[in-house]
C-alpha cells in the first residue's frame, strides 16, 4: 500500500512558476513508476507527465517545454516544476503512482487506468 501526498499548489500569475511535490509512503518508492494528472473545472482528468523507475519521462503534449517531472528516491518523493503557466494550467493536480516492482520498457504510463494509487490533489490557479 502507498499513500501519497502533495503539496505546492497555490495561486500564481500567467508566466509564473510552482514546483509540486508528492511524497509518498513506504520504503520501495524506487519500484514504483510515478505521474502526475489534472482535472480543470467541467473536465476530465487529463495525463501531465510521467516518469519510470530509471527516470526516463513522458510528457502530455500541452506541457512540453515548460513542465518537468523528476524523482528523488531518497526522499520517496516526485516533483512537478511548472514553468511558464498559463490559465489553461489551472486545475486540480493529483499524483499517481503504478503496481510496484514494473518496469515500463515503453515508458511510463500515460492514462489512468495504468495507476493504483492517488493523491487528493493539490488545486493549481494561474491568473491572467
Known amino acids: 500500500q502507498v499513500q501519497l501526498v502533495e503539496s505546492g499548489g497555490g495561486l500564481v500569475q500567467a508566466g509564473g512558476s510552482l514546483r509540486l511535490s508528492c511524497a509518498a509512503s513506504?520504503?520501495?518508492?524506487?519500484?514504483?513508476?510515478m505521474g502526475w494528472f489534472r482535472q480543470a473545472p467541467g473536465k476530465e482528468r487529463e495525463f501531465v507527465a510521467a516518469i519510470n523507475r530509471d527516470g526516463s519521462r513522458t510528457y502530455a503534449d500541452s506541457v512540453k517545454g515548460r513542465f518537468t517531472i523528476s524523482r528523488d528516491n531518497a526522499k520517496n518523493t516526485v516533483y512537478l516544476q511548472m514553468n511558464n503557466l498559463k490559465p489553461e494550467d489551472t486545475a486540480v493536480y493529483y499524483c499517481a503512482a503504478t503496481s510496484g516492482g514494473i518496469y515500463y520498457y515503453n515508458g511510463p504510463p500515460a492514462t489512468e487506468r495504468g495507476y493504483v494509487y492517488w493523491g487528493q490533489g493539490t488545486q493549481v490557479t494561474v491568473s491572467s
Open positions: 513506504g520504503r520501495t518508492f524506487s519500484r514504483y513508476a
